[in-house]
């Protein structure tokens, strides 16, 4: 039986183990660190019927719900909001957040984004070759638009960053819920002083504040609502940026082409980045409330289930060539699915709430930093960067570049 989670050998490619066991159906059993066993879907199809069915629960105060990694036994972790809840709290949180993710607002928040990356590729070209494309790009981007959206003071970065990686970098449990405890902490001084300042609503979470009425809203869901955006609004979308960037010098053909005409092939470039890069490396963890029969197999009631991104957006009765990188995949009808069908962001009532945030800063990100570094180049080897490693969050610590 398969371990689970297994280490990438290319940034943008799963595990050689996880390709091994798509090759064989959609729906497998793997073992987890601490000796269980979970159902890990592969499939496309499967994935997209397991995600919206409502006898699979995302519940993470459960006892039997699985704990992929030994940091997730954490209590900080149990549960997170919005991902971790069902209807109907999940419902009620989710719509006090919708005006705040939708497609308009997001708009009228892209001209400030596209400010902040022509700045900060300013600065990153004063200081000269070498950079960390991390630490001078790919992060402040999303910190600094989610600590505006949020009203979290931006000058805490540094603080809530570190915080974040050692939550969801952290080797056991112990590591999370100190790191978690750090943030929680912080997040509940913030949410007081918002209580008491004088028409004190400046973002999200000065908005929520006055609303909480200890049924619809407790204090308990705004803290962990204020966690899960805060972690969950930079992280990943750093990270995207960064394993994107390789992902295209990786592939120059891809990165001309790009060049060529980036206002029409950066959002389908997003796409393909998206599909391929999958930092998350899994689109939901559930349990099952009854037994379910799929694909020829009985997940029983108790039994947990993973859906891997990186593998059902690799389905090969889905996508032509699916470990293939290409930014004109949705142009040229690369397979059944294309554009935005694939599963990076999830699928069902708990698909990611900042998708339409993600999207527009990665397509901010990628057109400011081509256009104005046309000669920007790795600094070191892809097999020597210092990739994360032991966890189902891909990424780099670091990203040195040159130009």
């Not at 419902?91 to 939708?102: G, K, Q, T």
């Not at 995949?329 to 339409?356: D, E, K, M, V």
């Amino acid at each position: 039986m398969l371990s689970y989670p297994q280490d990438r050998a290319c940034p943008y490619q799963p595990s050689p183990g996880y390709q091994e066991i798509g090759r064989s159906g959609p729906l497998h059993r793997v073992s987890l660190w601490d000796g269980s066993s979970i159902w890990m879907v592969t499939g496309h199809a499967t994935a997209r019927s397991l995600l919206s069915d409502p006898r699979l629960s995302a519940d993470r105060s459960r006892d039997d719900f699985p704990v992929v990694l030994p940091r997730f036994e954490a209590p900080i972790f149990k549960p997170i909001a919005i991902i971790g809840f069902d209807p109907p709290v999940h419902d009620i949180h989710r719509r006090m957040l919708a005006p705040d993710f939708s497609l308009k607002h997001v708009r009228d928040m892209r001209g400030g984004v596209e400010e902040l990356t022509e700045r900060l590729v300013d600065d990153m070209l004063r200081k000269g070759p070498p950079a960390d494309l991390v630490e001078d790009f790919a992060l402040p981007i999303p910190s600094m638009v989610i600590s505006q959206l949020l009203g979290v003071p931006y000058e805490d970065h540094a603080f809530f960053e570190a915080k974040t990686v050692g939550l969801l970098q952290a080797r056991d449990a112990a590591g999370a819920e100190a790191a978690g405890q750090a943030l929680w902490d912080y997040l509940d001084e913030l949410i007081s002083a918002k209580e008491r300042a004088p028409g004190g609503t400046d973002g999200v979470l000065g908005r929520l504040a006055g609303r909480v009425d200890g049924e619809d809203l407790t204090r308990e869901d705004l803290l962990r609502i204020a966690l899960a955006l805060l972690i969950g609004g930079h992280d990943t979308t750093s990270q995207m940026i960064a394993l994107g960037v390789v992902t295209l010098l990786e592939h120059p053909g891809q990165l001309a082409a790009l060049r060529a005409a980036p206002a029409e092939a950066v959002p389908a470039a997003v796409e393909e980045l998206l599909r391929m890069v999958s930092v998350t490396d899994v689109s939901g963890v559930r349990v099952a409330n009854e037994d379910i029969e799929i694909d020829g197999e009985v997940i029983r009631a108790g039994e947990g289930v993973l859906v891997s991104s990186s593998m059902t957006n690799r389905d090969p009765a889905v996508y032509a060539d699916p470990y293939t990188f290409d930014i004109h995949r949705a142009a040229r009808g690369g397979g059944t699915a294309s554009g935005r069908q694939h599963l990076t962001f999830g699928f069902g009532i708990h698909q990611c709430l900042g998708q339409n945030l993600a999207r527009m800063e990665l397509e901010v990100a990628f057109t400011t930093l081509l256009a104005r570094v046309p000669g920007l180049r790795l600094a070191a080897p892809v097999g020597e960067l210092p990739f994360r490693s032991g966890g189902t969050m891909q990424g780099v610590h670091r990203l040195p570049v040159e130009w």
